[in-house]
């Protein structure tokens, strides 16, 4: 791998969006709603969907609130949602893609271009940066605590069918193809590890350094993209420079 560390890339946004419980729990919806969409509403068929509700469970989330996604999907809910992936560039040419849930495309189309715009950037045509992503099922599991090299963890990733691992101070980041995602988790946790993220993502092939003095209008694009309401994930080619000191 390149070495571009997406868990490292999202911690500091993370801890912020992790206090609003209500956005988790938005977004943990969509999710239900994209697998099941896509597999069928019956998890022990449709292995991403069996990741996203135990997702659901790990944060506590209220079994009437699974339900209403998981009946969107088939219909029971009433409302018709659609998914729409929008590109463009941030701040220093840097390569977005944002994967949307809504049941409203104007409204969505005009807050993410309006998003774009305020801050630097320009919504790019379809296709305009798709190309600079590749589709991976990704694992991170935390180092803290956990009594194990590199090597040897690496031994343990390729025997459990994964493609891929790096690794930073903070945590082993596995990479699989998206097909077998589910049976790498599976074999992982049977090794008894704990497993701080499961899921399917965009990983950039490059990425672009964000330039010091554009990095706080870069992080102004990115946490309002992700906090609209339509949004179920954005996903960044970049990485934000470290100020002189």
């Given at each position: 791998m390149s070495g571009h560390s997406?868990?490292?890339?999202?911690?500091?946004?993370?801890?912020?969006?992790?206090?609003?419980r209500g956005k988790i729990f938005q977004k943990i919806s969509r999710d239900l709603y994209q697998a099941?969409?896509?597999?069928?509403?019956?998890?022990?068929?449709?292995?991403?969907?069996?990741?996203?509700?135990?997702?659901?469970?790990?944060?506590?989330?209220?079994?009437?609130?699974?339900?209403?996604?998981?009946?969107?999907?088939?219909?029971?809910?009433?409302?018709?949602?659609?998914?729409?992936?929008?590109?463009?560039?941030?701040?220093?040419?840097?390569?977005?893609?944002?994967?949307?849930?809504?049941?409203?495309?104007?409204r969505t189309a005009s807050a993410i271009r309006s998003a774009f715009t305020h801050h630097g950037g320009a919504l790019g045509a379809s296709g305009s940066v798709a190309y600079m992503?590749?589709?991976?099922?990704y694992i991170v599991i935390l180092r803290d605590e956990l009594d194990i090299d590199e090597d040897t963890m690496?031994?343990?990733?390729?025997?459990?069918?994964?493609?891929?691992?790096?690794?930073?101070?903070?945590?082993?980041?596995?990479?699989?193809?998206?097909?077998?995602?589910?049976?790498?988790?599976?074999?992982?946790?049977?090794q008894n590890f704990d497993l701080d993220t499961a899921e399917i993502t965009m990983i950039p092939e490059n990425v672009t350094?964000?330039?010091?003095?554009?990095?706080?209008?870069?992080?102004?694009?990115?946490?309002?993209l992700s906090d609209n309401d339509d949004v179920a994930d954005v996903y960044e080619a970049a990485e934000v420079a470290e100020p002189a000191e």
């Amino acid at each position: 791998m390149s070495g571009h560390s997406k868990w490292h890339n999202i911690q500091g946004r993370k801890n912020a969006q992790d206090a609003k419980r209500g956005k988790i729990f938005q977004k943990i919806s969509r999710d239900l709603y994209q697998a099941a969409k896509a597999g069928g509403a019956d998890p022990d068929g449709n292995a991403q969907l069996r990741l996203v509700m135990d997702k659901a469970k790990a944060a506590n989330m209220p079994k009437d609130v699974v339900k209403r996604a998981l009946d969107k999907a088939t219909g029971a809910g009433g409302q018709k949602f659609e998914e729409i992936t929008y590109e463009g560039y941030g701040p220093g040419g840097t390569a977005i893609m944002v994967s949307a849930l809504t049941d409203n495309k104007n409204r969505t189309a005009s807050a993410i271009r309006s998003a774009f715009t305020h801050h630097g950037g320009a919504l790019g045509a379809s296709g305009s940066v798709a190309y600079m992503f590749n589709r991976r099922g990704y694992i991170v599991i935390l180092r803290d605590e956990l009594d194990i090299d590199e090597d040897t963890m690496l031994m343990s990733v390729l025997d459990a069918g994964a493609d891929d691992m790096t690794t930073t101070d903070e945590a082993f980041e596995i990479y699989t193809d998206p097909s077998q995602l589910a049976a790498v988790r599976d074999a992982l946790q049977e090794q008894n590890f704990d497993l701080d993220t499961a899921e399917i993502t965009m990983i950039p092939e490059n990425v672009t350094t964000v330039p010091a003095d554009k990095a706080k209008q870069y992080e102004n694009l990115i946490d309002e993209l992700s906090d609209n309401d339509d949004v179920a994930d954005v996903y960044e080619a970049a990485e934000v420079a470290e100020p002189a000191e």
